[in-house]
């Protein structure tokens, strides 16, 4: 079974500073890991995924994850937040070549401030 | 590519009647989830379909849920004599075997 723990249910941030969101996993076999986003009264939108290869992946809307074996992490980061990106965000797992159903953390709500 | 496609938006009934719930995936995706969200959490899984069959079922779906999904397209969840503790926002999700989901705007379900 897997589980994510979301470190930050709260992040306030003004804008144009950096924010890094925090996810840790835990798995007993190999996983994939994403980034979702959700804005108010609306589902979920895929900001980034890492399957294989190389740890740093890039998603839309400037924002990069970084995975860590070792750590079983992967943070999300942005180097400039806008006003725009204030939404909910929720880090998933899913089991490699099994039903793929995906396990969620309790999601970190980012408040981007003037 | 439409996206995934939830109907209704929003559902508000009275404690113990039933309700059904629509979701039209992604044409080509032959893969097809339903979560629940409830209030200040993440989505939970429920059920997963390849094409047509049910292959999973989480135990958070009790014997008053079903979900079907005919001829491997759409796909409907249904809440027979619904509870106070059913109130939710009920996700669809599609993906092709291997790749993302993507998912619907979902369905709020209000139980007076």
């Known amino acids: 079974a897997q589980s994510v723990t979301q470190l930050d249910s709260q992040v306030p941030v003004f804008e144009e500073a950096p924010v890094e969101l925090r996810c840790n996993y835990s798995?007993?076999?190999?996983?994939?890991l994403f980034w979702y986003v959700q804005y108010p009264n609306q589902g979920l939108q895929l900001l980034l995924k890492?399957?294989?290869?190389?740890?740093l992946v890039k998603g839309i809307n400037g924002f990069e994850a970084e995975f860590n074996k070792s750590q079983t992490s992967f943070h999300l980061r942005k180097p400039s937040v806008h006003i725009s990106d204030t939404a909910e965000y929720f880090c998933?797992?899913?089991?490699?070549?099994?039903?793929?159903?995906?396990?969620f953390g309790k999601g970190t709500k980012l408040t981007v401030n003037p | 590519d439409t996206g995934v496609s939830q109907d209704p938006r929003h559902k508000i009934t009275k404690r113990g009647q039933n309700v059904t719930f629509r979701c039209d995936p992604i044409s080509e995706h032959n893969r097809l989830y339903w979560y629940r969200q409830t209030l200040g959490q993440g989505p939970e899984f429920l059920t997963y379909f390849q094409n047509e069959a049910q292959l999973e079922k989480s135990r958070l779906l009790s014997d008053r849920f079903s979900a079907e999904r005919p001829k491997g397209s759409f796909s409907t969840l249904e809440i027979q004599r619904t509870e106070q503790g059913d109130s939710a926002m009920y996700l669809c999700a599609s993906s092709p075997r291997g790749g993302p989901q993507h998912f619907g705007d979902g369905t709020r379900l209000s139980i007076l």
């Open positions: 798995s007993s076999v190999s996983v994939y």
């Open positions: 998933a797992v899913s089991d490699r070549g099994g039903s793929e159903k995906l396990v």
């Open positions: 890492y399957l294989s290869g190389s740890t």
